[in-house]
């Protein structure tokens, strides 16, 4: 009796864990934290093996490169297939690289290109968090969606790359600024209490 009482408690555990690790699969983050440095290399970077370098044969399969020498704005190029989203963004007044406000969905119906972003162009806000949309292929060929959060400073020529966050179902958009699903600890222990209160 007490064997079955546990098997049911534990399957059901394991049972919230699935739902758990399925959600959380779903957006991939990684904390880069890595200054962009005010050059014409700037960084590149492959989003999908989270690697950086200083050149484009440095970085294997390289994704994106914001870089450029001004203080006024930033530049950036997207390898094949990818680039970021453009558009007016938070107040900008013509379409560049934009920075995008909590909520925007990257997708396919977004717009994407290459192109400088700055405080008038993009709608870049300076000493403070920006976000930009992305979209890169990935080593299966498929195109994923994703977004970045970019510490700009006094100046566009100062910035850091804190992180960037992509959807890795191939095709599905993403929200700005969306986070995985509630943690495991919290469902397993909901499933423990849907056991006990079986009893």
């Not at 009482?5 to 934290?33: E, P």
């Not at 920006?130 to 994923?144: E, H, I, L, T, Y």
């Not at 020529?157 to 699903?181: C, D, F, H, K, W």
Request: charged share 5%; proline share 2%.
């Amino acid at each position: 009796m007490l064997s079955n009482r546990l098997a049911k408690h534990f399957g059901a555990a394991a049972a919230a864990a699935v739902v758990v690790g399925s959600a959380n699969a779903a957006i991939v983050t990684w904390n880069v934290n890595q200054v962009v440095p005010n050059n014409i290399d700037g960084l590149y970077i492959n989003v999908e093996t989270q690697s950086t370098g200083s050149a484009a044969a440095v970085v294997a399969g390289w994704d994106l490169n914001p870089y450029g020498t001004s203080t006024t704005s930033m530049s950036w190029f997207g390898a094949t297939g990818g680039g970021c989203v453009t558009g007016l963004g938070q107040g900008g007044t013509t379409v560049a690289v934009a920075s995008l406000s909590s909520g925007t969905l990257v997708s396919a119906a977004s717009t994407f290109s290459n192109t400088a972003s700055s405080v008038t162009a993009g709608g870049w806000v300076l000493n403070a968090n920006n976000f930009f949309g992305f979209r890169f292929v990935g080593a299966d060929s498929a195109v994923r969606y994703g977004y970045g959060v970019m510490a700009i400073g006094a100046n566009m020529g100062t910035r850091t790359l804190v992180s960037l966050s992509y959807e890795s179902t191939a095709g599905q958009g993403i929200n700005v600024g969306a986070v995985p699903a509630p943690g495991a600890i919290a469902l397993l222990g909901l499933a423990g209490l849907a056991g006990r209160r079986r009893r």
